[in-house]
């Protein structure tokens, strides 16, 4: 087995490839030094070098900029979409000849709880994970026929680098609050069900969102 991991060099595509590694899977885990997501030259040429043959296919790459609608233009909006997006679909659409040849594959894009709810000062990234699910729902009952299972997983609040840079230690103690478990999420959670849901023991779940959340998106987040 062999896994592409975008966002290969974050701290969630980190624990994803950690953990594929103790499967046995080879893993090539990319960032943007190798290419960027928001040029499809550069994803060609990444692929004219490595064969575009892997079995597993995880998105965890993400551009997340703040700023409030009146403050956003459309190369905001733009770099967003191209990033968190079009760039996962140029890298599928390299890797969909070798899924159909081989009759299987799997597919999981790590979204997020902004991918099916809002917040303020976010917009580009909302649009952009919005789309990505819905991407991941067309593509799992297109790919369905060639045996590849497309899913996403959506972390809730992680203890994350990026977490931690786009959100004050008060706003962090806010969100534990209405996390029911009481707690920040780590990497390695996320990286547990990513691993199911890449693996063979993974038959019948396609086309799905599973939340990661610790509870916050059914109702902590309202104590």
């Not at 956003?72 to 659409?93: K, M, P, Q, W, Y």
């Not at 819905?134 to 593509?139: E, F, N, P």
């Not at 799992?140 to 840079?165: D, F, H, R, W």
Request: with cysteine; charged share 20%; glycine share 12%.
């Amino acid at each position: 087995m062999r896994a592409l991991i975008l966002g290969g060099k974050g701290d969630i595509g980190q624990a994803i490839a950690t953990k594929l590694q103790s499967q046995s899977c080879a893993v090539d885990a990319v960032g943007r030094d190798d290419f960027d997501l928001t040029s499809t030259d550069q994803i060609k040429r990444y692929f004219e070098i490595n064969k575009p043959e892997f079995d597993i296919l995880v998105h965890s790459a993400g551009f997340n900029n703040l700023g409030l609608f009146e403050q956003t233009n459309d190369e905001d909006l733009r770099h967003s979409i191209e990033a968190n997006l079009f760039g996962f679909l140029e890298v599928a659409r390299n890797c969909l000849p070798y899924w159909k040849n081989k009759g299987c594959g799997r597919v999981l894009v790590i979204s997020s709880l902004y991918g099916f709810l809002a917040r303020s000062g976010r917009l580009p990234y909302v649009i952009s994970k919005h789309g990505l699910n819905g991407a991941v729902k067309t593509l799992a009952i297109e790919l369905a026929p060639y045996g590849v299972l497309v899913n996403s997983l959506s972390p809730g609040y992680i203890g994350t680098k990026m977490t931690y840079q786009n959100n004050s230690e008060e706003t962090i103690a806010k969100l534990v609050l209405g996390i029911p478990l009481g707690r920040l999420g780590s990497a390695e959670d996320i990286a547990e069900v990513a691993e199911f849901l890449c693996s063979k023991k993974n038959k019948y779940i396609n086309g799905q969102d599973i939340v990661v959340d610790g509870g916050f998106s059914i109702g902590g987040f309202q104590n």
